[in-house]
C-alpha cells in the first residue's frame, strides 16, 4: 500500500502539469487519513485543470474534513459553477447537496 502512495507521489513530481497525477495522489492520500496532503493535492490538481470538477468534490471534501467549513463551501460554490460550465451534471448536483448540509449543519455557504 505505502508503494502505491510512494508511486503516485513520484508521478506527481514528475510531471508537475498532470491533473490526473495529482487528482489521484488526493484520492490515496485522503483515503489514508492523509487530509492535508489530499488538500493539496486537490487544489493542485485544480490549479493545473480548473475544468476537473471532480476535483472540487474531492477537495471540497477534504477541507469538510479537516473542519474548514467556509473554505469547503467556496469549493463546493466554485465546482458547482465550473460543473455547470461543462455539463457534468452529477458531480454538480452533488455538491450543491453538500453545500445545503454545510449550510444547514455548520450555517456556511456562498449563494449559488
Same mark, same amino acid.
Given at each position: ?10 508521478? @506527481? ?5 498532470? +491533473? $490526473? ?6 484520492? /490515496? &492520500? =485522503? #483515503? ?22 471532480? @476535483? ?5 471534501? +477534504? $477541507? ?6 467556509? /473554505? &469547503? =463551501? #467556496? ?38
Amino acid at each position: 500500500m505505502e508503494d502505491r502512495l510512494q508511486r503516485l507521489r513520484d508521478l @506527481a513530481a514528475a510531471d508537475p502539469d498532470d +491533473a $490526473l497525477a495529482r487528482f489521484l495522489l488526493g484520492r /490515496e &492520500a =485522503a #483515503a489514508r487519513g492523509l487530509l492535508e496532503e489530499a488538500r493539496d493535492a486537490f487544489a493542485a490538481a485544480v490549479e493545473r485543470d480548473p475544468k476537473y470538477s471532480a @476535483a472540487y468534490r474531492h477537495w471540497g471534501n +477534504a $477541507l469538510e474534513q479537516l473542519g474548514c467549513w467556509a /473554505e &469547503a =463551501a #467556496a469549493v463546493y460554490a466554485r465546482g458547482v459553477r465550473v460543473a455547470e460550465r461543462t455539463g457534468d451534471l452529477q458531480a454538480g448536483k452533488e455538491m450543491k447537496a453538500f453545500l445545503k448540509r454545510l449550510e444547514r449543519d455548520r450555517g456556511v455557504g456562498p449563494d449559488l
